[in-house]
């Protein structure tokens, strides 16, 4: 959800929630909504 932080150690993945940061194989992505 909105405001959450997802590590690898998640088994969540191909969606990237709003506002949260997603770090894979040591890549962050930062999703900011406007």
Known sequence: G???N???TS???GVVPA???W???GV???K???
């Open 2 to 4: 909105p405001h959450t």
């Open 6 to 8: 997802i590590y690898p």
């Open 11 to 13: 088994c969540v993945r």
């Open 19 to 21: 506002n949260s940061i």
């Open 23 to 25: 770090k894979t194989g």
């Open 28 to 30: 962050v992505v930062e």
């Open 32 to 34: 900011k909504v406007i």
